[in-house]
């Protein structure tokens, strides 16, 4: 994990694969929650959604067996924001609600304002989208259901091909 904080993320993510099979070998559930969400935050820094998300799935799943709502709401969180970069804006935000629960629950000052955060985001999106899809809608062609589900498939491509032009310049 340290080496990913210098940028070394081959090496990083190597080492953290070796963990998993560690944990996996000596039944360490902790340990392998642990490493399995910093997989996840690898490969979402990498852009690979489908790794990130497989790796916050099992993340979330293998803090459930624990009983550690502290990890939960961390990894669900991190799952939340997976869901969201890949446009999957209901589940982001019912995955940022369940996180909000499970830290409210705790009292967790650390968890509790990412979801807050999250659930914002979430909601700025929809209202985004929403006007955005009506903008847009008119000029399409096709019956109203048509065209507005053309208008949000145009906005989605769109943004990811914004963020897209944006992350390469940087």
Known sequence: VGEARLGNMVVARALLEQSVASAREHGDQWGLTFALGQLGVIAYHDADLTAARRFREEAAAAARTLGDRHTLGIALAGLALVARAQGNYDESE???HETLLVSSELKDQ???PRA???LAGAAVLAARNAVSGLAV??????RLPVRLLAAQLTIDESTAMAAAQDDEQH
């Open 94 to 96: 019912q995955l940022f």
């Open 116 to 118: 807050l955060g999250g």
């Open 137 to 142: 809608a008119p000029h399409m062609k096709g």
């Open 110 to 112: 650390w968890v509790m």
